[in-house]
């Protein structure tokens, strides 16, 4: 099992910035790949970035050159969310995809205030 500890959100006015990180605690030998995913209250989850453990990030193209995902250590991957927008605003989730499955983080909140 993989441990994720996200911390970083917060409120921000549209077109600050935000750097929201996630922390594998556990099992970080099992990691093939770190991702982000957003929600806001009433719609589906919606993927916002990955990075495998080695290899470029992907992006989706909503936060494409605004949003930078990468490894901060072997066990802590970084996004940091420029130019934020108001459409921007959700409960930021970290998935970790490893050999033993995909675990989530508890989330956190990013409210961009226009």
């Known amino acids: 099992q993989v441990q994720l500890v996200e911390s970083g959100g917060g409120l921000v006015q549209t077109g600050g910035s935000l750097t929201l990180s996630c922390k594998a605690e556990?099992?970080?030998?099992?990691?093939?790949?770190m991702e982000w995913y957003r929600q806001v209250p009433g719609r589906q989850r919606e993927f916002v970035a990955s990075?495998?453990?080695?290899?470029?990030p992907n992006y989706a193209d909503s936060v494409l050159g605004r949003f930078t995902m990468y490894w901060q250590s072997r066990s802590t991957v970084i996004l940091q969310m420029n130019s934020l927008k108001a459409e921007d605003t959700a409960v930021y989730y970290c998935?970790?995809?490893?050999?033993?499955?995909?675990?989530w983080g508890q989330g956190t909140q990013v409210t961009v205030s226009s």
């Open positions: 556990t099992n970080i030998y099992s990691l093939n790949a």
């Open positions: 990075i495998p453990k080695s290899g470029a």
């Open positions: 998935k970790a995809d490893s050999r033993t499955g995909d675990y």
